[in-house]
């Protein structure tokens, strides 16, 4: 059942928002992940205000979330790649220790919606979310068609509500 999200009710229309795309062999021209999350940010009418591609590495994906937190000061953080099994997929425990407060239902929400695009390897992937000060943070898998499933259904659905009560 598709729920149409809560676009009113206070949210705030127009956001702030990062995209970091954590890979070692990612580059601008074949990342087609955060093309895509670029380009609708922009038609959801939100300001990009930073992508950026890290690599797979624990202290850099900390910096880069809490740069684009501080520096860009982005209402809304989407970290994409990095979330997977492997030693070198570090980016939610990076990530969560940074969180002054976590959204778990997040992580289960996603893994639902992919289990029903993909069945059983939903597991493989891990999704987390959280707020640091007033932003809001989405971990999510790297692969297009994750992005375009956590994007579409649950970040941009909810951002301008969930950073009003970041706000409040």
Same mark, same amino acid.
């Given at each position: 059942?598709? /729920?149409?999200?809560?676009?009113? %009710?206070?949210?705030i229309p127009k956001l702030r928002m990062a995209i970091l795309i954590v890979s070692s062999t990612r580059t601008p021209d074949n990342d087609k992940s955060g093309r895509w999350m670029s380009?609708? +940010? @922009?038609?959801?009418? %939100?300001?990009? +205000?930073? @992508?950026r591609i890290i690599p797979d590495d624990f202290l850099a994906i900390?910096?880069? +979330?809490l740069d684009a937190v501080r520096e860009d000061r982005a209402d809304v953080v989407i970290v994409s790649g990095g979330t997977g099994l492997t030693r070198k997929d570090v980016t939610i425990e990076a990530c969560r220790p940074l969180f002054h407060k976590e959204l778990t239902? /997040?992580?289960?929400l996603f893994a639902q919606l992919s289990f029903v695009e993909i069945g059983a390897a939903a597991m493989l992937s891990r999704a987390a979310a959280g707020s640091i000060g007033e932003s809001a943070v989405f971990c999510i898998p790297g692969s297009l068609k994750a992005c375009k499933l956590a994007c579409r259904e649950l970040i941009f659905m909810e951002a301008g509500h969930l950073v009003s009560h970041l706000r409040n």
């Amino acid at each position: 059942m598709k /729920f149409p999200g809560i676009k009113d %009710h206070g949210a705030i229309p127009k956001l702030r928002m990062a995209i970091l795309i954590v890979s070692s062999t990612r580059t601008p021209d074949n990342d087609k992940s955060g093309r895509w999350m670029s380009g609708e +940010v @922009r038609k959801e009418g %939100h300001e990009l +205000v930073c @992508r950026r591609i890290i690599p797979d590495d624990f202290l850099a994906i900390g910096g880069a +979330v809490l740069d684009a937190v501080r520096e860009d000061r982005a209402d809304v953080v989407i970290v994409s790649g990095g979330t997977g099994l492997t030693r070198k997929d570090v980016t939610i425990e990076a990530c969560r220790p940074l969180f002054h407060k976590e959204l778990t239902a /997040f992580g289960p929400l996603f893994a639902q919606l992919s289990f029903v695009e993909i069945g059983a390897a939903a597991m493989l992937s891990r999704a987390a979310a959280g707020s640091i000060g007033e932003s809001a943070v989405f971990c999510i898998p790297g692969s297009l068609k994750a992005c375009k499933l956590a994007c579409r259904e649950l970040i941009f659905m909810e951002a301008g509500h969930l950073v009003s009560h970041l706000r409040n």
